[in-house]
């Protein structure tokens, strides 16, 4: 499975954007996903994921209320809406895929990552 996350760029706080996450592959529906996000000088957090079918999802404490991860399995792609956004927020955010039915919140059980895309909110 090959990954190209997009839609990352610059906003001011409060604002929203939408990240998008294409797989290539035609087994993206036995895909859980996840999204991660690495702010400069720090290590990778866990931000949210959602289960092969759509039917689950999980977000980190800091996101939640804020984020939803959805995903369209017929395009192949998983989005993740970020809404009020923080300067705390920035970061390169990256998807990743585990073929299975369970989304963990540990990067290392992802078998697959995307190259990220950089959000940055300013004040």
């Known amino acids: 499975v090959q990954l190209q996350a997009s839609g990352g760029g610059l906003v001011q706080a409060g604002g929203s954007l939408r990240l998008s996450c294409a797989a290539s592959g035609r087994a993206f529906g036995l895909y859980a996903m996840g999204w991660f996000r690495q702010a400069p000088g720090k290590e990778r957090e866990f931000v949210a994921a959602i289960s092969w079918s759509g039917g689950s999802t999980y977000y980190a404490d800091s996101v939640k209320g804020r984020f939803t991860i959805s995903r369209d399995n017929a395009k192949n792609t998983v989005y993740l809406q970020m809404n009020s956004l923080k300067p705390e927020d920035t970061a390169v955010y990256y998807c990743?895929?585990?073929?299975?039915?369970?989304?963990?919140?540990?990067?290392?059980?992802?078998?697959?990552w995307g190259q990220g895309t950089l959000v940055t909110v300013s004040s």
């Open positions: 990743a895929a585990r073929r299975g039915h369970s989304y963990p919140t540990e990067d290392h059980e992802y078998d697959y």
